[in-house]
Nanobody
Framework: VQLQASGGGLVQPGGSLRLSCVAS????????MGWYRQTPGNERELVAK???????TYADSAKGRFTISRDNAKNTVDLQMNSLKPEDTAVYSC??????????????WGQGTLVTVSS
């Protein structure tokens, strides 16, 4: 299963960006989709995740500013980021956990997209 992320870029503080990620391959079902981020010298951290049923989990830093959504029919997950701060600067990666059509579990990562918040 492959994940392709898009939507990163440079934005001024207070601005908005929308990240998108699409999963492809022999997918039977995706249980959880999420977005993580990583800065140099730090471990990757959860930003937000969403279950197939729509239950969401956000990092404290993302609550009230970011919104995660998914389209189960299209195997996509989006992250709408508003009121961005310089400390949101990071490489954002999407993740998906589920099962393939061969009934094998998968846990796949996208390639990462850089978000830079700077004036």
């Amino acid at each position: 299963v492959q994940l392709q992320a898009s939507g990163g870029g440079l934005v001024q503080p207070g601005g908005s960006l929308r990240l998108s990620c699409v999963a492809s391959g022999n997918i039977f079902a995706i249980n959880i989709m999420g977005w993580y981020r990583q800065t140099p010298g730090n471990e990757r951290e959860l930003v937000a995740k969403i279950t197939r049923a729509g239950t969401t989990t956000y990092a404290d830093s993302a609550k009230g500013r970011f919104t995660i959504s998914r389209d189960n029919a299209k195997n996509t997950v989006d992250l709408q980021m508003n009121s961005l701060k310089p400390e949101d600067t990071a490489v954002y990666s999407c993740n998906a956990e589920g099962a393939t059509t061969s009934w094998r579990a998968f846990n796949s990562w996208g390639q990462g997209t850089l978000v830079t918040v700077s004036s």
